[in-house]
């Protein structure tokens, strides 16, 4: 699977040019799920009119207004209830998923429960676009600071797929997402590698290579053994 892990979406052309590379053809010839499973999850999100915004491209960060060929609605909690012929086609058939923001560990149990959790290692050219939760669900651990909601064993680890944590929406102090400060004391706490990057940035993820794409602001809160590449 390839990555593209992004705070607000697909905010700026440096990250539209990396999805459309991702892809490896226009998004006008994509074809795209859309998953706001993480929504419901949160309690500043929750269901209603914020995951319609999502779903219909009337949101504040672009991803499924991107005018990809078609795009449909995975409902992550929905999937455990029908056959897996139903949908695992659809999903292998997509060029892209497009992951709403919300509740991180709600996601993850989701994920783990409707089967796609084991379904992402077989979808080698699909382009996961993770939003906030989206992206950090890829991560191994993602902090109290994040954690709303917890799943009923209690386990707080998220996929592992990439090897960093993320702490998303860095902002300048006084404005509305996460100021530097808080960013380092979270990243206290975190037993890995961690980043700090703001709605300007996103991080590509392919076979193992980590690419940073930003027309904004991040930072390196824990190292890893080599560092990433920066566009």
Known sequence: MKLLLTSGGVTNASIRDA????????IAESTALCIPTAQYGHPMVGPGVRAWQFISGNSQNPMVDLGWKSVGVLKLTA?????KEQWVPLVREADALLVAGGDV???CHWMRE???ADLLPSLNETVWVGLSAGSMVMTPVVGDDFIQWRPPTGDDTTLGVVDFSI???????GMPGNPMAEAEQWAAGIPNA???MDDQTAITVVNGEVHFVSEGHWEQLRT?????DQA
């Open 19 to 26: 999805l459309v590379e991702l892809l490896g053809k226009p």
């Open 79 to 83: 999937l455990p209830s029908i056959d």
């Open 105 to 107: 560990l709600y996601l």
């Open 114 to 116: 409707s089967g796609l």
């Open 167 to 173: 702490c998303p929406h860095l902002a300048a102090d």
């Open 194 to 196: 961690a980043y700090a």
């Open 224 to 228: 890893l053994s080599s560092g990433p």
